[in-house]
């Protein structure tokens, strides 16, 4: 329970910004009363957004050419744990909206550009979703492989070994901080893994460079700061993972807003 159990900070400011106007073509997610995502939504009267309306996604540079799906997860400075998740696809060589922002926490202290083992953090880049999602339930109907959890199943957060940051199954605990996935309840309920120190981001794993960087459900019920990774509330969780897919090379950036340009 080690990553995933930070009960920082209370639900206040969790009230999901104002509806984008999608145009994109449904991709995922038809589920109500979710978002629908890629599908036309109107936005709502006198509704404020916490976010400026900008395509945040065309501001990108560094994305790989074959990549049509992107999630921006941004925030207004490094320091805090409060961040919206916008879900963008590229449509005719153009970048649309494919959701409305939804709110989301990071680690409990803010944005990072040097994240290292054991310092509640989010890593700040561009990184890929990986190969498998997981989860302690049922498959959700993702489109990726899915892995539905067991007792006995690891997430390696050793440095000293040989498989850090990456699943295991094992009978024994892998040492240092691994984490028991099967026990993570409710922010395990299914999951997927950002690619941050690991491969396709590096070749192998940096020993102390962190470890089990994932896109999860929020520990609680009104959503709290991580150590780490990107939470968001269950349903928009699923919506998210069931729109991903890999045949679109999606990617996930995580940044101030501020700091965007360099990606």
């Known amino acids: 329970m080690k990553r995933r159990s930070l009960l920082l900070g209370a639900a206040a400011g969790l009230t999901a910004p104002a509806v984008l106007i999608p145009t994109a073509p449904a991709l995922g997610a038809t589920r109500p009363p979710a978002p629908t995502w890629g599908a036309t939504v109107p936005a709502p ?156 981001n590096v070749a192998t794993p940096v020993p102390n460079a962190g470890s089990g960087i994932f896109l999860h459900q929020f520990s609680t019920s009104g959503g709290n700061a991580t150590a780490g990774c990107v939470s968001l509330a269950r349903d928009h969780l699923v919506d998210v993972l069931t729109w991903l897919d890999p045949a679109l090379s999606p990617r996930i950036v995580l940044s101030p807003y501020a700091q965007l340009g360099r990606y």
Do not use: C
């Open 45 to 200: 009267r006198r509704a404020r957004s916490t976010v400026p309306r900008r395509n945040l996604a065309a501001r990108l540079t560094t994305l790989p050419t074959q990549t049509r799906q992107v999630i921006v997860v941004g925030a207004t400075s490094y320091t805090t744990t409060y961040a919206t998740l916008e879900a963008y696809v590229k449509v005719r060589g153009r970048w649309q909206p494919a959701s409305s922002p939804l709110p989301a926490r990071i680690g409990s202290k803010g944005f990072s550009d040097n994240h290292v083992e054991g310092v509640p953090t989010t890593p700040t880049g561009v990184y890929s979703i990986g190969p498998t999602m997981y989860g302690i339930a049922a498959n959700p109907g993702v489109r990726y492989p899915y892995h539905r959890l067991v007792s006995g199943d690891w997430w390696n957060e050793n440095p000293s070994s040989a498989r850090y940051n990456t699943f295991q199954h094992s009978s024994t605990n892998p040492g240092g901080a691994s984490e028991a996935l099967w026990q993570e309840t409710p922010a395990y309920t299914h999951f997927a893994v950002i690619t941050y120190n690991m491969p396709p």
